[in-house]
């Protein structure tokens, strides 16, 4: 599918801002359950093969975060999949969560 609907382009800008945070924050780990479940319900929606991409991601976080990571973040994507609204909602608050200030700040 070339052209993505609405539904898919929303999943795909919070991948996206996801991705970034994973990548500049230091408890970016904390968003991998919900980076693996939107993955896997883009796949879906583009009607491909669950694990396609994610695959392969997962693979990178492996090496670069280790297993137990992973393995938390697969836990917690499954439970966020099996619950949509759940997972709606998880990604709402951590995305409007504030960074830690530091003590005496």
Excluded: C, N, Y
């Amino acid at each position: 599918m070339d052209t993505m609907d609405a539904a898919a382009l929303e999943l795909q800008e919070r991948i996206d801002r996801l991705d970034r945070l994973i990548r500049e924050r230091d408890d970016g780990i904390r968003g991998l359950g919900i980076r693996l479940a939107l993955g896997l319900a883009l796949e879906v929606r583009k009607g491909e093969v669950p694990g396609s991409e994610t695959g392969a991601i997962v693979a990178d976080w492996t090496a670069r975060f280790g297993p137990d990571a992973v393995d938390d973040a697969v836990v917690q994507a499954r439970v966020l999949l099996a619950d949509p609204a759940r997972m709606a909602a998880e990604f709402q608050r951590r995305m409007e969560e504030r960074p830690s200030e530091p003590p005496g700040a």
